[in-house]
């Protein structure tokens, strides 16, 4: 298995209010993490990096044996976080009404657990094909299942940016949790919304298609949301799920 990310400010923002980070516990078991923060002047900064942070540190002394536990693990631990972000945002006026998204996947034997709350998703890219494995907890997708508007219409709503669900922002907390199987040569893909608002899945899939190292492809596809316009905060992390001899990679970046 290997790992690769990268977070990126975009063209247009000040400060990266993503953050992203890879853990492994006690069991060698990996857990990854893409927040996205929300908040005036660094307050989304602060929620995000909690997010990742005490999510991360909770893990290190974790194992499991099974994918039932390891997702009661997640809910609970999501709820601590959350509890400590909301807290935090009482605490101090500047950090009032911060919160995050967050998306996390964390592999027991051999399957992925995905938490998900927000608008940051999860993929998967299987035989060529990009498939997208979290539901976006936004306003613009209510209205996608209603009918209101179509997922092209959807793309450039001026409403795109409304959540109905993150984490920091009060003490109630409905997180998605889903279990997938893998499979040899599958690769992960987690990302905040600055990748998906510039680019679309067809466009990801074949930058995912290139035979180039990891690495590569997490910078090609960065760099594919920056010259689309780069209007945001943009962060990417793939694991591959390829067999092989060495260690993972590990990064953790935030320009």
Known sequence: MQIAFKSDRGKNRAINQDYVSYFVNEAQQPLMIVCDGMGGHKAGDVASEMGVSHLGAAWKGSRFTSSEELSRWL??????????????????SDLDGMG?????AAVVGKEVIIANIGDSRAYVYRNYKLRQITEDHSLVNEFI????????????????????????????????ILAMPLVQGDLLLLCSDGLTNMTDDEEIA???????????KVLSLVDKANVAGGLDNITVLLADFTDREGEPLWRQERN
Not at 100 to 104: D, E, G, M, S
Not at 146 to 175: C, F, M
């Open 75 to 92: 809910i609970a631990n999501i709820q601590r976080v959350n509890d400590l972000v909301f807290q935090k945002s009482l605490d101090y």
């Open 100 to 104: 995050t998204t967050l998306v996390a």
């Open 145 to 176: 299942k209603s009918g209101e508007i179509t997922p092209e219409e959807a793309q450039h709503h001026p409403r795109k940016n409304i959540l109905t669900r993150s984490l920091g922002v009060s003490r109630k907390l409905d997180i998605d």
């Open 206 to 216: 074949q930058m995912l298609k290139e035979w180039l190292p990891l690495e590569e």
